[in-house]
């Protein structure tokens, strides 16, 4: 009989849950599960690993099936969501739906099911507009649109859970994750996934505002390994931290860099900012390097460099 895993992935076909599926078998997980409703996620993404996948198609809006699904696993890794700042103010009703009431699902079926920890995807949106950067764990949330509320109350939710019920909690604020796999076919689809395209189609993406905006990218793969780290560290239940790489970079310069690797020249068009869109974001990495371990590996440059990469091939 094939053993239970004892790590299960929500949102594990995604961009961000398949490169955590591949860390923890490189790590040493003989098998791993994932639950996904394919809403966003792909099979595909998990193409190469995919026999030591236990899948399971289930929505996170369904309470039932999570609890046996859950049933002997040690670790749950909850990353299943409907991402997205713009499509949370077009579309908020499905949003909050998977983002809050599916979290709690997890949460609750988590704990019912016996499992130790929970690590749970949040997000830097959370933080909104700050005086100060880079942005500390200890500021005062301020939350500028759906998605930025909604995912400040999973970390909440995780927080009482941990006090309340006696399951370990952690929260990760995920700083803007780039890299391969990340589908650049919808609109709301991060902005780095689309410059990646508009360079390959060699049409001019589209800036919302001036360009100056700033964002802590993060490579999806130092992302997949302080996951990992969060689910292993000591005395760190009910906590939230920055999973963020430190760093800050405006569209207009990445947008030139892009171009610059694919040896390009295509000016970008500009248009209208998007609402509910946080200014400049950046995260103070000290206390996920002090307490959870972290050691961020890729330079923007060298992530962008990969990212281009494995696209080009994708185009081939
Ligand atoms: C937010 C969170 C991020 C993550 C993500 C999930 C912040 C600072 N970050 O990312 O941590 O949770 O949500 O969805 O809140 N843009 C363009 N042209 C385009 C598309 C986007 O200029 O075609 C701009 C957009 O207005 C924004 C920046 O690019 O200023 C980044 O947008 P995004 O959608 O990639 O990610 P963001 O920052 O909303």
């Not at 099911?113 to 700050?130: K, L």
């Not at 950067?133 to 500028?144: G, N, Q």
């Not at 990760?172 to 395209?197: E, I």
């Not at 589209?206 to 905006?213: H, K, P, R, V």
Request: aromatic content about 10%.
């Amino acid at each position: 009989m094939e053993t239970r895993p004892k790590s299960i992935i929500t949102g594990g076909a995604g961009f961000i849950g398949s490169a955590l599926v591949r860390q923890l078998l490189a790590n040493g997980d003989g098998r791993v599960g994932i639950v996904d409703n394919l809403n966003s996620g792909k099979l595909k993404n998990l193409e190469a690993v995919g026999d030591r996948v236990e899948t399971h198609l289930v929505d996170i809006r369904d309470y039932d099936p999570l609890e046996r699904i859950f049933a002997g696993a040690e670790v749950i890794y909850h990353l299943a969501a409907i991402p997205s700042v713009p499509r949370s103010i077009n579309e908020p009703v499905p949003s909050h739906d998977v983002n809050i009431n599916g979290t709690f699902n997890v949460y609750r079926a988590a704990h019912a099911a016996g499992v130790r920890r929970v690590v749970y995807a949040a997000s830097s949106s959370a933080y909104g507009d700050t005086d100060v950067l880079p942005k500390t764990e200890s500021m005062a949330p301020r939350p500028k649109s759906p998605y930025a509320l909604q995912k400040l109350m999973g970390e909440y939710y995780g927080s009482v859970f941990s006090s309340c019920f006696g399951l370990e909690t952690v929260a990760l604020r995920f700083f803007n994750v780039y890299g391969p796999r990340q589908d650049p076919s919808s609109p709301y689809s991060g902005v780095l996934s689309l410059f990646m395209k508009a360079a390959l189609t060699r049409q001019a993406p589209t800036i919302f505002g001036d360009g100056e905006q700033s964002r802590d990218f993060t490579y999806v793969e130092d992302v997949a390994a302080l996951v990992h780290k969060a689910s292993i560290a000591p005395g760190v239940s009910g906590k939230v931290f920055n999973a963020g790489n430190g760093g800050r970079y405006t569209l207009n310069y990445l947008w030139e860099e892009v171009q610059r690797l694919e040896g390009i020249t295509l000016p970008a068009n500009y248009g209208p900012w998007r609402e509910g869109d946080v200014r400049d974001s950046q995260a103070d990495t000290t206390a996920a390097v002090r307490e959870l371990g972290h050691a961020p590996r890729f330079t923007i440059q060298e992530g962008l460099r990969r990212t281009l990469e494995w696209y080009r091939a994708e185009n081939a």
